[in-house]
T-cell receptor, first 119, second 110 residues
């Protein structure tokens, strides 16, 4: 159990367009979902934390108007990169914590990631 | 600032040897600690978590926690080339989040 999916797994888009990435918990209800970004050979960087039905909490330096997060249900969160530019090219990874029954409330289950390339 | 520190490596060990990965954390309030493995181009996958002082063993992996020293380690016995990856240490935060270290790159040489 505790499977998280992401869609798409990779996307190439033109500069100036918007890209939506979906994160779904397939077999559990996610208390909280997290969005990370990882540039090549660099560490995971937390972008934002989202709870179902609430506004996302963004980390310092992350533009909330550029990276729109919607957490409409306990199994789905979306990240929209608006007006994407080449510097937004990165590996975007979501994770989720499980509501109830988790060995630790902090345990995060990661999606497989989405590789975004902006031309 | 709550932080988790890891040596970035690379840590190189021969096949069959024990790999020892270390991590320190700054927040004494952290109750749970996690080791994730991340292969290049892939997302992290959980290896183990630990919340009690002492050792916790799972197959070839042993996690060790010393809350007094704010120190967590991961030992990998009989290291295999397939263990070559970046290992991320994380401490549980009070908001249900994880505070990640920057990771240690492990290379197991055949």
């Amino acid at each position: 159990g505790a499977v998280v999916s992401q869609h798409p797994s990779w996307v190439i888009c033109k500069s100036g367009t918007s890209v939506k990435i979906e994160c779904r918990s397939l077999d559990f209800q996610a208390t909280t979902m997290f969005w990370y970004r990882q540039f090549p050979k660099q560490s995971l960087m937390l972008m934002a934390t989202s709870n179902e039905g609430s506004k996302a909490t963004y980390e310092q330096g992350v533009e909330k108007d550029k990276f729109l997060i919607n957490h409409a249900s306990l199994t789905l969160s979306t990240l929209t990169v608006t007006s994407a530019h080449p510097e937004d090219s990165s590996f975007y990874i979501c994770s989720a914590t499980r509501q109830g029954g988790a060995r630790s409330k902090n345990e995060q289950f990661f999606g497989p990631g989405t590789r975004l390339t902006v031309l | 600032q709550k932080e988790v520190e890891q040596n970035s490596g690379p840590l190189s060990v021969p096949e069959g040897a024990i790999a020892s990965l270390n991590c320190t954390y700054s927040d004494r309030g952290s109750q749970s600690f996690f080791w994730y493995r991340q292969y290049s181009g892939k997302s992290p996958e959980l290896i183990m978590f630990i919340y009690s002082n002492g050792d916790k063993e799972d197959g070839r992996f042993t996690a060790q926690l010393n809350k007094a020293s704010q120190y967590v380690s991961l030992l990998i016995r009989d290291s295999q080339p397939s263990d070559s990856a970046t290992y991320l240490c994380a401490a549980g935060g009070s908001q249900g989040n994880l505070i990640f270290g920057k990771g240690t790159k492990l290379s197991v040489k055949p």
